[in-house]
């Protein structure tokens, strides 16, 4: 069964910059699109960026620009790079490998103005 983790999340002031990321075990396989969500209180979880096995990125027009998405040289780990971070970033964000119904437990980001 696939399992993802996320890490690096935290508390930050606004303009400064977090890196989030997952590493997914459970398969000899390498994860297919690999995707990031946030969901802040109140609001449905929103997709924030993506990638495909061809390493093609796809983000939300509200962090274009600002959050990088990449994988890393270990098999099935992927980051999220967020740069010039708001307020309206605070959210729990969570990876997720949607071809296998997977998420993580997502991790907490906290943007203070």
């Known amino acids: 069964q696939l399992q993802l983790v996320e890490f690096g999340g935290g508390l930050v002031k606004a303009g400064g910059s977090l890196r989030l990321s997952c590493a997914a075990s459970?398969?000899?396989?390498?994860?297919?699109?690999m995707t990031w969500f946030r969901q802040a209180p109140g609001k449905p979880r929103e997709l924030v960026a993506e990638?495909?096995?061809?390493?093609?990125?796809n983000y939300a027009d509200s962090v274009k620009g600002r959050f990088t998405i990449s994988r890393g040289d270990a098999k099935n780990t992927v980051f999220l790079q967020m740069n010039s971070l708001r307020p309206e970033d605070t959210a729990v964000y969570y990876c997720?490998?949607?071809?296998?119904?997977?998420w993580g437990q997502g991790t907490q980001v906290t943007v203070s103005s």
């Open positions: 990638i495909t096995i061809g390493d093609d990125a």
């Open positions: 997720a490998a949607p071809t296998f119904g997977a």
């Open positions: 459970g398969t000899d396989f390498k994860i297919n699109t």
